[in-house]
């Protein structure tokens, strides 16, 4: 089955701090999200991105499909966006996501 | 937006009794739905996908006995967790897809069996 591989596991910044976060994966994939769990576990959708850039506020994604890894850039970094960053490629939009193992922010004040 | 609403939050249980978590879509209907579980400190994986009215695809290793989904309609999808054990413990968390929002997830169940 396809593999994800996220890194770097873990990551503490300074508020105020950027950070690039990735994802490999061993497979072409039409579909690639980045989501953010937060300390009580709730899961918000960042970005779909299979391929290209998008940006959304102070976070933008970059996927280049043909070299099978995507980015997630995190700029003027707050305590609020601590937790943790999933990468999770499919075979399709509604089809089952395979999660990577995630990357541990942690912003300090 | 979205909502997904997913009930307990948080459940304690006798070991051998049997728990229900119910996930529903608040807003939209969902064409499909997935249950994940989470231990502490690791990723998310996916238990089983279910579409309304058909039996759910469990993923290999899933007992499909023990961990029994009913899509009832296309807003509510239920796990029943049966005969628990304290192996059983850990954070269900499930997934709703459709409504043109993508995938929304429900905030999550934290069962602890004892």
């Known amino acids: 089955g396809i593999q994800v591989e996220q890194s770097p596991p873990d990551l503490i910044l300074q508020e105020g701090a950027n950070s690039t976060l990735r994802c490999n994966f061993s497979?072409?994939?039409?579909?690639l999200q980045w989501f953010h769990q937060n300390p009580w576990g709730q899961l918000i959708n960042l970005f779909y991105?299979?391929?290209g850039t998008k940006q959304n506020g102070r976070l933008s994604a970059t996927t280049v499909a043909t070299e099978r890894y995507s980015l997630l850039y995190i700029s003027s970094s707050q305590t609020t966006d601590s937790g943790v960053y999933f990468c999770?490629?499919?075979?399709?939009?509604?089809?089952?996501?395979?999660f990577g193992q995630g990357t541990e922010l942690s912003v300090k004040p | 937006g979205a909502v997904v609403s997913q009930h307990p939050s948080r459940v304690i249980c006798k070991s051998g009794t049997s728990v229900k978590i119910e996930c529903r879509s608040l807003?939209?209907?969902?064409?499909?739905m997935f249950w994940y579980r989470q231990f502490p400190k690791q990723s998310l994986m996916l238990m089983a996908t279910?579409?309304?009215?058909?039996?759910?695809?469990?993923e290999q290793g899933v007992e499909k006995d023990k961990f029994l989904i009913n899509h009832a309609s296309l807003t509510l999808s239920t796990l029943t967790v049966t005969s628990a054990h304290p192996e059983d413990s850990s954070f269900y968390i499930c997934?709703?897809?459709?409504?043109?929002?993508?995938?929304?997830f429900g905030s999550g169940t934290r069962l602890t069996v004892v």
């Open positions: 497979d072409s994939v039409n579909n």
């Open positions: 997934s709703a897809f459709g409504g043109g929002y993508g995938y929304t």
């Open positions: 999770a490629v499919g075979l399709g939009q509604g089809g089952k996501l395979i």
């Open positions: 807003d939209f209907q969902a064409t499909t």
């Open positions: 991105i299979p391929s």
């Open positions: 279910s579409n309304e009215g058909s039996k759910a695809t469990y």
